[in-house]
Structure formats: structure tokens, C-alpha cells
């Protein structure tokens, strides 16, 4: 069987691509996506040349969808044109995916199936043969759904598959006839798919009726495309590092979700305001919000009223404070459980992000930790006590009389979004004895001359136990 040289115009082609963009490391081992069809075709034999110049390791993995009368021919195929270059061969035959929505299906069940076949490899990358055609394919098709400027990106060449493997796209600055030519140079034949000629499916129309009217218009439209998904894969890049400084900048995680400054927002650009509310945004949705739905919740954070909320697509809360709003997964403001606090002991509250310790003690053995820390009266010792968040009708003795916690919350000027999180201690019959980090109740604190009393401390997860402390 005739093989590529090393040094045909195609396989340097994708020898510069491969350097440029690090998609190959030396002592690779890949897993080349074969369908049967020329790019991925084009693709065993370009690898399969370089693998001496890289140290490659190179198998081929077919999927079997079982949705065209000549699967089994595909599969054949393969298997045939493995065995003819001494190449591992493996397949993984897909469940029956007839159904609504068959070609996203489709997809997960294809990246899922090499996946598989690449940990029974041992591949470190997957290598599929999209081009660029499909590249300039990918970008018209999302400027017709709708995109952002992300979506320009189109189809990455390197993105990661699954822990410790990556999928990678050598041929995606190469057209479809350089391969057709390239095979032809080696009188190797492909296979035909007769579904990629549906127009019914949105990307065959575009491929056989929209490119070739807009080609008309420039033969080099591809190219161009091309060239803008490169710019602005670029410039996603600093997009990025531009919006983990503000995440630095203004926002801290909290709740499940993140809480951020008002104030500091209102001062970003409004392009950044957009992608900022987008990343914290995908807590809920990978995707990320639409515009539509970005510039809603964006009016709401800049011009709301303390307390108004929206809740996105995929789940997310955005939330309006006095001063911040929070943006999260509308189920993680779910109250955590109450649970018992021993004494002496300690229990530990990762909803709560609270470590919280009771002891007896002599009134003056220890030294005050301010908020963090309460002395009560030693009777409290011998009550059940609960760690737990607020309830309907909870009150607190304080120096001016009894306050309910919902206003004793309101004059500390505590985030809504945070108050159903805020530890209190309180006894099994409902006595707040103290609302952790905040404040204690007069009621609980020790008699005057009183030798021992009950000492409660609390460390906040986030910032971890002293290591004097850990020891008590």
C-alpha cells in the first residue's frame, strides 16, 4: 500500500500546523478519529508519516453509529486501512440514537466513544479531521444562530476531551481538496457519506448552498474565516485574563456562587461588565447566557432595587443588594440542616464554611478572638445546643432590648442573599444565644464573679484553623 512521504506539501502542512499550535508533543500516543471519509482518512496516512519525525504512536478509532444502511462497510473500511499500515484498530458501536435531536446526540454519544477508546489506549490526544472548511462552516453557522464574540472562535485546535486527554484538530488550516489531492497522489480511496448531501440538515445547506454563494462573491471566504476565528481565539485569551482581575478585583466566592461590589462593577467597561456576568453566569449554564439575557441581568446588578433578583437560563440567580449582588445557582440557597453542637467539642459546617468549638473554661483563661469568639453563662453547658441559621420569630436579647434577627440583620446592613447562611447557636427550645461573628445575647452572658463560663469559638473555613487552636 502506497504510504506519504515525510515531506509531501500536505504533511509538512500539517507538520507546521502541529509546531505551531502544540497540538503534538514527542512520544505521543494518538487516537486518530477515522470515519472512513477522506479528512479523516487524509489524516491516518499525514500522521502516520510524521510519526517517526514526532515519535508518534498512532492507533485508529472508529465509531459505529449504526444509522446508515453501509455502517458496516465504514467499519470494514477502517479496520482495512488500519491493518494495511500495521496500525491498532479499535471501534465502539453506538446504542440506537434515533430520535429528536439526533445530530447533538450524536455528537456527545461520537466524543464520548473516543474517550473510551482512548483510556483503553492509553492515548494522551484524540485527533479528529475537521478543516477548514468546517472551521469557515462552524463561524457562519453561529453568526446565523446568534453569537457572541466567543462563538467567532469557532472550532478550537486543541480542547480538552477528559482528564488528562485532549482532543486535537491537525488538519484546521487545510481545505478538503488539498486532501482530495493528497489521496489521489497515494491512490487511497474514501468512503462517501450520502447524509452529509441532506440539505433538510442546517450545516449541509450551508455547506453546498450558502459558502459557494458567498465564495461567488470571494474565493477565498474560507480563508478569511479562518483568519477570524484565529484573531479571536487570541483575543479571548486576554478577554479572560481581563476578567479573572476583575473576579480578583470585586468579587468573592459565597454561597456556591459569588458576591460582588456594586460599586466596582458600575466602574468596569460595559464590554466588561458583559463577559463578566457571563463567566460568573455558567455556574448554571456552561454555555454561558445569551446577550438577551446577559443585558438583563447586567440593567438589573447597575439600576435594581435592593432585594429584585432574576433567575437565568440554566438556573441562575442574580440578586440585587444594598451594596453587592450575588449571582449563583438559585437551588444552593437552600438553609443547611441544624446540627447538634457538643460541649465540650466541636462540629465542623462546610455549608455554613464554620469550624465552631464550645468548651467550659475559666472566665479568664482565654484571650478574646472579638467576633469570633462568645463567653456565656456555664448554665448554657448543660442545654442541647444547635448550630444552625435563622428561623421565623427568632430574637436576641441585646443592651437596648429584644431585636428580631431580621432586624438586628437589616441594621448591620447583612446581604439578604446571606442572611438564611448566618450561623446562629441557639438552644433546642429556641433561645439565641449568639449569632456567630455578630453578635451575643446579654441574656446569655456570664453572672458577674462568675469563675467558669461556656466558651464558644468560630473559625471561618475560608480562613482556616490556627494551628495553636487546632490543637485544643
Not at 432586624?407 to 433546642?428: C, G, I, N, Q
Not at 446579654?442 to 473559625?459: D, K, N, V
Amino acid at each position: 500500500m502506497p504510504v506519504a512521504s515525510p515531506q509531501d506539501e500536505l504533511v509538512r502542512a500539517v507538520a507546521r500546523t502541529a509546531f505551531e499550535h502544540g497540538l503534538l508533543r514527542p512520544g505521543d500516543r494518538v487516537l486518530v478519529a477515522c470515519s472512513g471519509g477522506r479528512d479523516s482518512v487524509g489524516l491516518v496516512h499525514a500522521l502516520f508519516a510524521l510519526a517517526p519525525e514526532f515519535a508518534l504512536e498512532v492507533a485508529v478509532g472508529h465509531v459505529h453509529h449504526g444509522l446508515r444502511p453501509s455502517a458496516d462497510e465504514d467499519a470494514a473500511f477502517v479496520q482495512d486501512l488500519a491493518g494495511r499500515l500495521d496500525l491498532r484498530f479499535l471501534v465502539r458501536r453506538l446504542a440506537d440514537l434515533r430520535g429528536p435531536n439526533l445530530e447533538a446526540r450524536a455528537r456527545a454519544a461520537r466524543y464520548a466513544a473516543l474517550a473510551d477508546m482512548a483510556r483503553e489506549l492509553g492515548a494522551t490526544v484524540v485527533a479528529t479531521g475537521h478543516t477548514l472548511d468546517d472551521q469557515a462552516e462552524t463561524v457562519l453557522l453561529r453568526l446565523l444562530r446568534g453569537t457572541g464574540v466567543g462563538g467567532l472562535a469557532g472550532i478550537l485546535p486543541r480542547r480538552a476531551l477528559a482528564p488528562g486527554l485532549d482532543v486535537i484538530r491537525p488538519l484546521l488550516w487545510t481545505r478538503r481538496a488539498e486532501l482530495g489531492a493528497f489521496l489521489s497522489r497515494l491512490g487511497q480511496p474514501w468512503r462517501e457519506d450520502e447524509t452529509n448531501r441532506d440539505t433538510a440538515v442546517q450545516r449541509n445547506r450551508v455547506r453546498h448552498t450558502v459558502l459557494p454563494l458567498l465564495a461567488s462573491e470571494n474565493p477565498r471566504l474560507p480563508e478569511a474565516l479562518g483568519h477570524l476565528a484565529e484573531v479571536v481565539r487570541a483575543e479571548e485569551e486576554v478577554w479572560a485574563r481581563w476578567v479573572e482581575e476583575a473576579k480578583r478585583a470585586c468579587a468573592s466566592p459565597v454561597d456556591g456562587g459569588w458576591r460582588v461590589r456594586r460599586d466596582a462593577f458600575a466602574g468596569l467597561p460595559v464590554a466588561l461588565q458583559r463577559r463578566f456576568l457571563r463567566e460568573l453566569a455558567r455556574v448554571g449554564n456552561p454555555a454561558g447566557p445569551s446577550f438577551v439575557h446577559t443585558e438583563e441581568a447586567r440593567r438589573l446588578v447597575c439600576c435594581g432595587r435592593t432585594g429584585s433578583e432574576v433567575v437565568l437560563p440554566g438556573g441562575v440567580c442574580v440578586r440585587v443588594e444594598a451594596d453587592t449582588f450575588w449571582v449563583g445557582r438559585a437551588e444552593d440557597r437552600s438553609r443547611p440542616e441544624p446540627v447538634q453542637l457538643p460541649v465540650p467539642g466541636r462540629v465542623l459546617s462546610p455549608e455554613l464554611g464554620l469550624l465552631v468549638e464550645a468548651a467550659v473554661e475559666p472566665v479568664g483563661l482565654s484571650e478574646r478572638r472579638g467576633e469570633w469568639e462568645a463567653a456565656l453563662d456555664v448554665r448554657w453547658a448543660s442545654s442541647p445546643l444547635l448550630l444552625r441559621t435563622r428561623r421565623p420569630g427568632d430574637r436576641i436579647r441585646l443592651s437596648r432590648g429584644s431585636r428580631k434577627l431580621q432586624d438586628l440583620f437589616t441594621d448591620l446592613k447583612v446581604p439578604r442573599s446571606e442572611r438564611d447562611r448566618v450561623a446562629v447557636v441557639a438552644t433546642e427550645d429556641g433561645v439565641v444565644l449568639w449569632v456567630v461573628g455578630r453578635r451575643v445575647s446579654e441574656a446569655a452572658r456570664p453572672a458577674p464573679g462568675a469563675e467558669h463560663c461556656l466558651r464558644l469559638r468560630a473559625w471561618p473555613l475560608h480562613a482556616g484553623v490556627p494551628e495553636e487552636d487546632a490543637s485544643r
